[in-house]
């Protein structure tokens, strides 16, 4: 028997170029949102010590991502797969407390 897809339906050739693309490493990411898009701003924390000052955190913006509502979901769900993915070969991943400056845990 031989299958045939859903009259008005074709298949359509997915063609990825990565040519043009950037690789960046992130530690951190700042959201913010409207009614229609979510923004997403990709950088680095960087502490930084200067003598005599106070101890401060840099945040150096590398990328912003900017998507709708239905992107963001699908990312979201993705990305949780992943995370749900590696976490099953390799045990749960420990997130740390919200300040960037505690060392993690010495197991």
């Known amino acids: 028997m031989s299958e045939q897809q859903?009259?008005?339906?074709?298949?359509?050739?997915?063609?990825?170029?990565?040519?043009?693309?950037?690789?960046?490493?992130?530690?951190?990411?700042?959201?913010?949102?409207?009614?229609?898009?979510?923004?997403?701003?990709?950088?680095?924390?960087?502490?930084?010590?200067?003598?005599?000052?106070?101890?401060?955190?840099?945040f150096n913006v590398g990328s912003r991502v900017v998507m709708n509502w239905a992107a963001a979901k699908r990312l979201a769900m993705t990305v949780g797969g992943a995370v749900r993915q590696y976490e099953d070969r390799f045990g749960e991943i420990e997130v740390q407390g919200s300040n960037p400056q505690t060392p993690p845990a010495n197991n």
Request: hydrophobic share 30%.
């Open 6 to 58: 859903p009259q008005g339906q074709q298949q359509v050739q997915l063609r990825i170029d990565e040519s043009k693309m950037n690789t960046t490493y992130a530690n951190t990411i700042r959201t913010s949102t409207t009614n229609d898009e979510l923004v997403m701003d990709f950088g680095l924390n960087l502490p930084m010590q200067h003598p005599g000052q106070q101890p401060m955190i840099v």
